[in-house]
């Protein structure tokens, strides 16, 4: 029979991972990394809600200096959950970092920021 601790575990793991099943966000977006030593390659990941009205998805970093995006076109609510796009070797500097979703009802956004030294 398992003890409380597992079962909390296990309650915790099914909670954690169901979590993006269950989200109400169109979009979430993570950065990796957050901060680090320039020049570096950075990953920026959509996780994306799939529904039929889902046309692309575009990523973009931008700051005072330097300005790079991507765009990823969507097939509705069969596109894979998760659309990523890796910036290779960008210079020192803040950037502001967006994804956009644009999908038949208008455009959802994501921000997250980003230093490199």
């Given at each position: 029979m398992p003890?409380?601790?597992?079962?909390?575990?296990?309650?915790?793991?099914?909670?954690?991972?169901?979590w993006p099943a269950v989200s109400a966000?169109?979009?979430a977006m993570s950065v990796r990394p957050k901060w680090g030593l320039a020049p570096t390659d950075v990953v920026v990941q959509a996780l994306i809600e799939p529904?039929?009205?889902n046309k692309r998805v575009s990523f973009t970093l931008d700051s005072?200096?330097?300005y790079q995006s991507s765009t990823v076109e969507l097939n509705g609510d069969r596109a894979p959950r998760t659309s990523e796009v890796r910036f290779r070797m960008l210079p020192a500097g803040s950037y502001e970092v967006r994804v956009t979703?644009?999908?038949?009802?208008?455009?959802?956004?994501?921000?997250?920021?980003?230093?490199?030294w």
């Open positions: 003890t409380l601790p597992t079962r909390s575990c296990v309650a915790v793991l099914l909670v954690l991972v169901g966000e169109k979009l529904d039929p009205d005072s200096d330097f979703l644009t999908r038949s009802d208008g455009e959802h956004h994501a921000t997250s920021m980003l230093e490199l």
